[in-house]
């Protein structure tokens, strides 16, 4: 891309998603930054200061080795009492009461859980597509907002650009059909931007519209990865993103503000 | 833009978020297509066929003259009680309750309904902010489906394309804070993906994961919305949408499916 035309998206306030598509089969151990900084040169691309990059759970959770076997685990009598009432293998369950802190409900259709790290989520995030292997199944990062500090720390030295990175996973919505992606791992911007400061057009006040901008990025970089489930990372640029500190567990509600656990 | 450039996005794969800035103040009767059409012939941009505009929900009740007078409310006895332990004013309350079908769930905090509609979210969408007059409040359209249509139809005449319209608002979520826009109308677009048939790249299928697509694009649209309140309306170009007659209703969870009322 030419200075003139990254001139001119300033200008008109354009965003772009890019959608990196030369990542190789990720493997436990892999150096994810590594990778994703190699696809870019292959790809003719470069990440700039500013850039936000969303990087999908699954590639994540493969470089640091969440990969479990099912054959290695024994289910707990608990587990093989709901497997039968969920029809799911007792030993998937048993992964996903490891993986949670809490069970919020369960019912024929889903199993609904608390993490460890504090998100509601069907089956504690635990995957049993995007394995290579039918055997296995994939679990969150341990700590996906380490994961992505790690990710943006090391893209600072090999691409010699300041860059946000966010972790993203789909996650279901009580009263909504389908899924969307949002932000389970975050570093390097305001992950909730508070607009009760500005004023609206007609010069009021805005009331109650803190938004959960890392939510709307990942759920943006969403649509490339849709695109074709070969596109696990994404670019977005120009986006005037927040610069912080900010970590996507802030994006949790406290337990105590919860009407509906 | 040329020719090349848009050869290069469906090459690359970009999507583009681009945000139309010359909207003017929007008032009841307004036609909003034609609003828009003259607003981007002022920014020397054009709509194509395949692109989505999403729209937020304030121009499109603002255009509907969707706005109370609060002065011609009379609330009744269970919205000055409810007004009490809200802190709110009882004439907002008496709107958000005319506006509701049923109370989900009610606090110190908030008000939490299922609207006409079926959405389930504060206040029943009902918005004292972007008013011009603090004595007004401003309801959701209602039946935004229909808005999106009326949207879809006038510029397929006006722009002589065929462009897929989202009504989006921000609702906020039971376990994660802040909001996020949603697709509360729609038109000429899928809104859900089902990706169930599809493969992922080690060949195996995909496992529950139909994708509230609508969502996803709304709240890519909110991006570039929150950049300034002067950006109601947004393109969305190259993303690659599945054209349907789908309508955001069906983005409802049915009350037999739902876990968390």
Redesign the interface.
């Known amino acids: 891309m030419t200075a003139a035309r990254s001139r001119r998206q300033v200008e008109?306030?354009?965003?772009?998603?890019?959608?990196i598509?030369t990542l190789p089969?990720v493997k436990p151990g892999d150096d994810l930054a590594g990778l994703i900084s190699a696809a870019l040169r292959r790809e003719n691309r470069e990440l700039r200061s500013g850039d936000l990059l969303v990087v999908a759970q699954k590639v994540v959770s493969k470089a640091e080795g969440r990969i479990e076997r099912l054959r290695a685990v024994k289910p707990s009598e608990l587990a093989r009492s709901w497997a039968r009432t969920l029809g799911e293998d007792p030993r998937f369950v048993e992964i996903v009461l490891r993986e949670s802190r809490r069970v919020i409900?369960m019912?024929e259709?889903?199993l609904?859980v608390e993490t460890r790290h504090g998100?509601?989520c069907?089956n504690a995030g635990v995957d049993?597509?995007?394995?290579?292997d039918?055997g296995t199944v994939m679990c969150l990062p341990v700590d996906p907002d380490r994961s992505a500090q790690g990710l943006s720390d090391r893209l600072r030295k090999l691409a010699k650009a300041r860059v946000a990175v966010i972790i993203s996973d789909?996650f279901g919505?009580?009263?909504?059909?389908?899924?969307?992606?949002?932000a389970i791992g975050a570093a390097g911007l305001s992950?909730?931007?508070d607009?009760r400061g500005?004023?609206?057009?007609?010069g009021?006040?805005?009331?109650?519209?803190?938004?959960?901008?890392a939510?709307?990025?990942a759920?943006?970089a969403?649509?490339?990865m849709?695109?074709?489930?070969?596109?696990p990372a994404v670019i977005i640029r120009g986006?005037?993103i927040a610069l912080a500190r900010d970590r996507a567990s802030?994006?949790?509600?406290p337990a105590s503000?919860?009407?509906?656990r």
Chains 1, 2 share one sequence.
């Not at 008109?12 to 959608?19: H, Y």
């Not at 802030?250 to 509600?253: D, E, G, H, P, T």
């Open positions: 008109t306030g354009e965003i772009v998603i890019i959608g598509r089969e409900r019912t259709r889903a609904i998100f509601i069907a049993r597509s995007n394995v290579r039918a789909t919505r009580p009263w909504r059909l389908g899924l969307t992606n949002v992950v909730l931007e607009l500005t004023r609206d057009a007609s009021r006040k805005l009331q109650g519209t803190i938004l959960a901008v939510d709307e990025l759920a943006a969403g649509l490339a849709k695109k074709a489930a070969q596109i986006a005037a802030q994006l949790i509600r503000e919860d009407m509906f």
